[in-house]
Nanobody, 121 residues
Framework: QVQLVESGGGLAQAGGSLRLSCSASGTILSINEMRWYRQAPVKQRELVALIENDGTTDYADSVKGRFTISRDNAKNTMYLQMNSLKPEDTAVYLC???????????????WGQGTQVTVSS
């Protein structure tokens, strides 16, 4: 089995910074695309950023220039550096990954449980 665990959420003031981590563990051969989503109350889940295995990245317009996604393939870990935080960034942040399972070498989609980020004005 594979588990994704997020960490690093918490409370920040507007203009501040937080760094989220997403660590994958289990029977992993490799990981293709990794993604950060966020879910705010009464809003649709939003794709915040993604990073491919080769480091190619993409961002939602709402976070471009403020958030940076990165990954450490040796550690099966992804990060989200969030700077210049705004109250509207408040949400549960979830990570997802396309994992190649060791046993059958097929790709499966896994999700973490989420970590709360709250930005006060």
């Amino acid at each position: 089995q594979v588990q994704l665990v997020e960490s690093g959420g918490g409370l920040a003031q507007a203009g501040g910074s937080l760094r989220l981590s997403c660590s994958a563990s289990g029977t992993i051969l490799s990981i293709n695309e990794m993604r950060w989503y966020r879910q705010a109350p009464v809003k649709q889940r939003e794709l915040v950023a993604l990073i491919e295995n080769d480091g190619t990245t993409d961002y939602a317009d709402s976070v471009k220039g403020r958030f940076t996604i990165s990954r450490d393939n040796a550690k099966n870990t992804m990060y989200l550096q969030m700077n210049s935080l705004k109250p509207e960034d408040t949400a549960v942040y979830l990570c997802a990954a396309d994992v190649i399972w060791s046993f059958d070498r097929r790709e499966y989609d896994y999700w973490g449980q989420g970590t709360q980020v709250t930005v006060s004005s």
